[in-house]
């Protein structure tokens, strides 16, 4: 693991706009990460959806298949997404789980996967019900006080067509454990070094040549140098990013995706907030000023548990340099370019499932 960062802290519930928006630019140009507390949505309604994530990934394979990704919605099973662009890495070690808003254009154009109601029958429900209360009653205010800490109109991201709270994708995770082989593995490190030093030599060798497995998995932890990732190294896509964890660790930030080697630092858990990054978009809107942090989950050998809402543009939406982030001195980086053609392109990129169809 890597070292502990301290992210700022924002208060939703704070009456103080101003000063909520300049503390929220500060995290932007320093981390691109921040907390958000006193959000509104109660640890009970997460707590409910966390639940009901765990019963959709515990079904089996073939029938979560079924509620495979088609587009953009739906179930992607382990591996689907890669990031990392090395021919040994086969892809993330996460299962997802994708879905939108049901309702107008959008929600024709990319319907939902949704599991059959005898097998989960309050998992519709409770899905419809965490999206619609975390757009309403923080989407909104959280671009709001963003908008305002770029020195812009409060409703600017609707008024150029940005914001839509339709737009918007819900993602469940789910970053396996150890597995059964490596389970084996460690369990035998800890018998030996509870036998003591002296014998340990003689059981680790005896072990070895009676179980075979040993000696795949000392290949496998060697083989090819690189951590072992549940969502390796990436920027998300779009504006803004709203993650709600189960308290277990594994998410990293590296600051500066320039340097290298790469610094990654430990972004812990707080309960009831929810962990807020900025997203490409919002990079390229910004002209760069506003950071969209590279990060990633490295396995710490136990199942873990997430929600992440992307608060996306409007399909439809052109992201161009803002005026107040370019001058002849600093000439636009990015050229403009229309959300849907630049989620065509990533998508194209990392996932496995996805269709240049759609």
Not at 164 to 185: C, E, H, M, T
Not at 198 to 215: D, G, V
């Amino acid at each position: 693991m890597g070292t502990a960062l301290k992210l700022p802290i924002i208060d939703l519930s704070s009456p103080e706009k101003l000063s909520t928006s300049r503390l929220i630019r500060q995290a932007c140009l320093d981390h691109g990460f921040f907390y958000l507390t006193n959000h509104g949505v109660s640890e009970e309604m997460i707590e409910g959806v966390l639940m009901e994530s765990k019963k959709l990934f515990s079904l089996p394979l073939d029938e979560k298949m079924v509620m495979a990704r088609r587009g953009s919605r739906g179930y992607s099973p382990l591996y689907d997404e890669k990031h990392e662009s090395s021919a040994t890495s086969k892809g993330d070690s996460k299962e997802m789980f994708t879905f939108g808003s049901s309702e107008g254009v959008l929600g024709q154009l990319y319907p939902n996967e949704w599991p059959l109601e005898e097998l989960l029958p309050l998992w519709r429900q409770t899905m419809e019900c965490y999206y619609k209360t975390v757009m309403d009653i923080v989407g909104k205010k959280l671009l709001g006080l963003v908008a305002l800490s770029l020195n812009l109109e409060e409703n600017f991201f609707e008024q150029v067509g940005a914001f839509n709270d339709q737009a918007a994708v819900v993602r469940l995770l789910r970053y396996p454990g150890l597995s059964p082989k490596l389970i084996a593995f460690w369990g035998l490190i800890r018998d030996i070094l509870e036998a003591g030093l002296k014998e340990s030599t003689a059981s680790f060798f005896t072990f070895t040549l009676r179980f075979p497995i040993c000696h795949i998995i000392i290949g496998e932890l060697n083989s090819s140098g690189e951590e072992t990732c549940g969502a390796s190294a990436h920027s998300d896509f779009g504006m803004i990013t709203l993650l709600a964890t189960d308290g277990v660790a594994g998410l990293q930030v590296c600051r500066d995706k320039d340097r290298e080697p790469k610094v990654w630092e430990d972004v812990a858990g707080i309960k009831g907030t929810f962990v807020v990054n900025i997203g490409d978009l919002m990079e390229r809107w910004t002209n760069g000023l506003f950071r969209s942090t590279m990060h990633r989950v490295v396995s710490v050998g136990k199942e873990r548990y997430s929600v992440a809402v992307f608060v996306d543009p409007d399909p439809d939406c052109v992201v161009e340099c803002l005026e107040s982030c370019c001058s002849e001195t600093s000439p636009p980086r990015f050229p403009p370019v229309r959300a849907r053609d630049y989620f065509h392109e990533r998508f194209s990129q990392t996932l496995a499932s996805y269709s240049g169809s759609d």
